[in-house]
T-cell receptor, first 113, second 116 residues
Framework: TQLLEQSPQFLSIQEGENLTVYCNSS?????LQWYRQEPGEGPVLLVT?????EVKKLKRLTFQFGDARKDSSLHITAAQPGDTGLYLC?????????????FGTGTRLKVLA | DTGVSQNPRHKITKRGQNVTFRCDPI?????LYWYRQTLGQGPEFLTY??????LEKSRLLSDRFSAERPKGSFSTLEIQRTEQGDSAMYLC??????WGAGGEAFFGQGTRLTVV
């Protein structure tokens, strides 16, 4: 079983603070995605990273794929209440013939005004 | 609205009853995925279709679960003899081409099943 563990599981911070969410596995992934999910909605894609060591920035969000393609992090600068939601990482296994992504355990973020 | 559509949005059923959910993917998306998500957890993969062919099934998909995509367009997920452990959000996603290799998967809003 290829597991993606996310930490922390819950995070409650004040507006303006910075935070980092981690996504770790013992398995290698060909690519990794980050999603944000709001209550009652499906996950919405934020970014895809495919190269070990890759860093992508999306406004105040910075995503990094580990050199060995087993882990990833999401850093949010100056968090805002609109960032509140469930953050999910998802990795595509390197197993031949696999077309799906495996999702992590999730990090629930609450940003207080 | 041209996104992925799932119906119904909510379903409450008694233990032992059968339920069927429908997913209408984005038009011309040839790949369709079903996931199950319990409260506060990440989605778990159930099954994958390329056109009408079911190419991958999770071990989570017991004999009580069956999914179809008869004409390569909409898909249905049926659960027979529901159990309380089946209570979850059932998510459908679709993509044009390989998910992640330039083809993004778009998720529907899900069907929330409650078995009482």
């Amino acid at each position: 079983t290829q597991l993606l563990e996310q930490s922390p599981q819950f995070l409650s911070i004040q507006e303006g603070e910075n935070l980092t969410v981690y996504c770790n596995s013992s398995s290698v992934f060909s690519s990794l995605q980050w999603y944000r999910q709001e209550p009652g909605e499906g996950p919405v894609l934020l970014v895809t990273v495919v190269t070990g060591g890759e860093v992508k920035k999306l406004k105040r969000l910075t995503f990094q794929f580990g050199d060995a393609r087993k882990d990833s992090s999401l850093h949010i600068t100056a968090a805002q209440p609109g960032d509140t939601g469930l953050y999910l990482c998802a990795g595509k296994p390197t197993t031949s013939g696999t077309y799906k992504y495996i999702f992590g355990t999730g990090t629930r973020l609450k940003v207080l005004a | 609205d041209t996104g992925v559509s799932q119906n119904p949005r909510h379903k409450i059923t008694k233990r032992g009853q059968n339920v069927t959910f429908r997913c209408d993917p984005i038009s011309e998306h040839n790949r369709l995925y079903w996931y199950r998500q319990t409260l506060g957890q990440g989605p778990e993969f159930l099954t994958y279709f390329q056109n009408e062919a079911q190419l991958e099934k999770s071990r989570l998909l017991s004999d009580r679960f069956s999914a179809e995509r008869p004409k390569g367009s909409f898909s249905t997920l049926e659960i027979q003899r529901t159990e309380q452990g089946d209570s979850a959000m059932y998510l459908c996603a679709s993509s044009l081409g390989t998910w992640g290799a330039g083809g993004e998967a778009f998720f529907g809003q899900g069907t929330r099943l409650t078995v009482v």
